[in-house]
């Protein structure tokens, strides 16, 4: 799978944004070029797919911000502030859905609506001038991104979004998903460079609140289905979509992730083999691109 904070097993293509700019008056945009590559619709959907994870990581060419968003006065519910208030997943949610879907409660909750159905009922050059004011003044994100950046984000909402009531239910389990065929696509595409046998070789936390492949399963499924298709921004980790992972895949990969360790365990042979390849004890803010896609900077934290 090359996928979810799976940083690098399919090294493909080494490619960036690149030089699109906004849409015409059609649906789509011109093939980019970059370095004599063509850079695929496909590849600029998963990359929008990150930027809406999390548009500074992603980007190489903007500034994080340190204030709050300017639409983040009209709600009192989410205490969260400065960059956070900026993530588009923050208001609009991992299932898209917003208000009307899983941060339609609790401490996410922010009563903003989603973009799911914005995604089928406005066209991509719509998509694209919202970002940049033209339904909200408010909503102008041309002061820190791009428009390789906006063009991508909005060529995501258009065709990336995906209906993930069809990938979850209603417990938050895979939805008919058969973990057997998931520990296959596992095993071929996570396990040797990235993940380990269990999915404990790179931990997404912290060594104080470690959190695992296993764990964000569980805990959020929609956010792991999200990263699985467009990959973890500012790592190596490949992408679902480019990879032309179908729903049978999503489900499959998130029914066996779901029985995968939630805690840390004592290291094994080859926790001790990826160490001393240089692999062991990382987590994701340790992988940034090189070769790979080119997506996002290298952070200093």
């Known amino acids: 799978m090359r996928f979810l904070f799976l940083p690098f097993v ?3 293509i080494t490619a960036v944004p690149l030089s699109a700019g906004s849409p015409g008056d059609s649906d789509e945009y011109a093939p980019m070029k970059y370095e004599g590559t063509e850079i695929t619709e496909d590849m600029r959907i998963s990359r929008g797919g ?5 548009w500074w990581r992603t980007s190489d060419k903007t500034k994080k911000p340190d204030d709050d968003h300017l639409l983040w006065n009209r709600q009192s519910t989410n205490k969260r502030d400065g960059y956070s208030t900026w993530r588009c997943k923050e208001c609009h949610g991992w299932d898209y859905r917003g208000s009307d879907g899983v941060y339609g409660t609790g401490s996410h909750f922010t009563g903003f609506q989603g973009v799911y159905k ?3 009922m406005m066209t991509l050059k719509e998509l694209d001038a919202s970002l940049r004011g033209s ?3 408010d909503h102008d994100f041309t002061g820190h991104l791009n428009d390789d950046d906006i063009s991508d984000l909005a060529l995501f909402l258009k065709k990336g979004i995906v209906d993930l009531v069809a990938f979850i239910n209603t417990d938050g389990l895979s939805l008919n998903g058969d ?3 998931g520990q296959i696509l596992f095993t071929k595409n996570c396990m040797t460079e990235c993940h380990g046998p269990d999915g404990t070789a790179i931990n997404f936390g912290n060594n104080e609140k ?3 492949i296993g764990t964000l399963a569980v805990k959020n499924p929609w956010e792991f289905i999200h990263k699985v298709r467009a990959g973890q921004p500012g790592t190596r980790m490949s992408s679902g979509i480019i990879n032309r992972w179908d729903d049978r895949d999503m489900r499959n990969l998130l029914a066996y992730a779901q029985t995968l ?3 840390q365990r004592e290291k094994s042979w080859f926790d001790r083999v990826l160490t001393a390849v240089g692999l062991g004890g990382k987590n994701q803010e340790s ?3 090189h070769e790979h896609r080119g997506f996002g900077p290298k952070l200093e934290q």
């Open 261 to 263: 360790p939630k805690k």
């Open 118 to 120: 914005a995604s089928g």
């Open 287 to 289: 992988h940034v691109p």
């Open 10 to 12: 399919l090294f493909i």
């Open 179 to 181: 973990g057997e065929s």
């Open 210 to 212: 470690p959190e695992y």
């Open 135 to 137: 339904t909200n003044k």
């Open 50 to 54: 990150q930027l809406y994870d999390n």
